[in-house]
């Protein structure tokens, strides 16, 4: 391939208000106050990259996001694109907290390369499967809307239900219950988000059981630097234990897989970037550690790279990518085509298919 240079970037912020509250255990957001990076390259290829930063996990905000893109915006110009490794090495070495940021560049560095390759960016990744089902979250809400909310998502198609815990035992059971009433044909996960200490997990695992409440998955249930608790409650509980938060780098996933205290390891690409969640993915296949894709609040650009990913390398057991933005409100067009609960990409479309309104 001839060397095509990136002769120009463009920065700015990408604000749209969201669906519903997007309520966790650690926090609430109502709207998405992202980032969009642009690169264009001198055959005249766009790449498109966004930043979703989620305060309450990674310590970013659009403010630092922006000034972080900005920053680096001289050092990625007139850069050969197929280079795109050794630029995020170096962003890497020098932003090494600013994972989103470096997530955006890093994204739209492949949108635009597998463009100029003219193939989709999930054939770049091995291309095993074009379509992908996700699952969809209800929030922490009160059973009877949770019953109501359950019961739709039922009937749009979902056969995964997925609901945060954390703050409230018996509120939590008590959804938990509306959830299975109201979709009672639907498999059901649970986040935590790091609410419970290593006995409250198990104390709550156990109230499950005796409610005849069985979920396939348990996500992040104590503290993320907490591995020995989380290795506690991984002991106690048949039910498949996902370390989220607690895995930002490659080297963090060694030390699930060292400390044994994990089924399953939640990719994020806003925690680790797209390198490193490429590097995150082979370590827990290599040492048989099951995977699962996640998101944070990305509009369709983000969301749309992650089933690429998804689908490019195949083999994640849980997928959890539901879309938090209505259709009219999304800065982005194109992607993945998005029919509940089934993502499909189009082989016509090269990179991610994405573009700019």
Known sequence: MERIKIKKVFIEPVNSALAEPFKIAIGTKYSIENVCITVVLENGVEGYGEAA????????????????????????????????RDISKILKNVFWAQVTARCAVEMALLDAFTKSLNIPFYKFLGGTNNIIETDY????????????DAAKLAAKGYR?????????????????????DGASGCAITIDANQGFSPC??????????????????????????????????????SVPICADESVFT?????????????????????????????????IARSANIKLMIGCMLESSLGLGCSVHIAAGLGNFNYVDLDPHIEPENEPFTGGPDYKAPLYTIS????????KRR
């Not at 930063?53 to 007139?78: H, M, R, W, Y």
């Not at 490659?250 to 590097?279: F, H, P, W």
């Not at 082989?347 to 994405?354: F, H, P, Q, W, Y």
């Open 250 to 282: 490659s080297a963090d996933a060694i030390n699930i897989i060292r400390t044994g205290c994990a089924d399953v390891i939640n990719i994020k690409i806003m925690k680790s970037g797209i390198i490193e969640a490429l590097d995150i993915a082979a």
């Open 200 to 237: 409250e997990a198990v104390h709550f695992l156990n109230e499950l059981e005796k409610n005849h409440i069985h979920p396939i998955l348990f996500e992040q249930p104590v503290i993320k630097t907490d591995l020995p608790g989380m290795k506690y409650v991984k002991e106690h509980t």
């Open 137 to 148: 979250t209800i929030d922490i809400v009160p059973p009877d809307v949770a019953k109501t």
């Open 347 to 354: 082989d016509e479309r090269s990179g991610l298919g994405i």
């Open 53 to 84: 930063p989620l305060e309450p996990v990674n310590g970013e905000n659009q403010a630092t996001v922006l000034a972080t893109l900005n920053s680096c915006k001289e050092f990625i110009l007139d850069k050969d694109i197929s280079e795109y």
């Open 160 to 180: 995964t239900l997925k609901t945060k815990v954390g703050k409230n035992i018996s509120e939590d059971i008590s959804r938990l219950l509306a959830i299975k």
